[in-house]
């Protein structure tokens, strides 16, 4: 009787691991083929954080982005080309005149 208690335990144990392991390159698999955002749905998700977009390139697998913040202020901000996620964020003094009336470029 003990002997079946211990081999379920086992059996329990070696399921629960099998199963951490096959889960984690799933994930892993579904980051590294998650499709590349679009360059109006970057411009949407920024504009849904506050930023009016001036500029959008792609540069060394991230896109670039020129930008004003909620305070008007020019900068340049690094995203992540699958998730949108904001890598890098600093001020800028690239953006011309003629971008702060509504001008665009890319």
Known sequence: MLNTHRARITLASAAFVLAGALALPASAQSS?????????????????????????????????VKAFNDQNRCVELHLDRRSGAIIRSETDDDCRDDDRRGGRGR
């Open 32 to 64: 590294a083929t998650q499709p590349e955002l679009t360059l109006s749905q970057i411009e949407s998700r920024l504009s849904g954080q506050g930023f009016r977009v001036v500029e959008i390139e792609r540069d060394d697998g991230l896109y670039e």
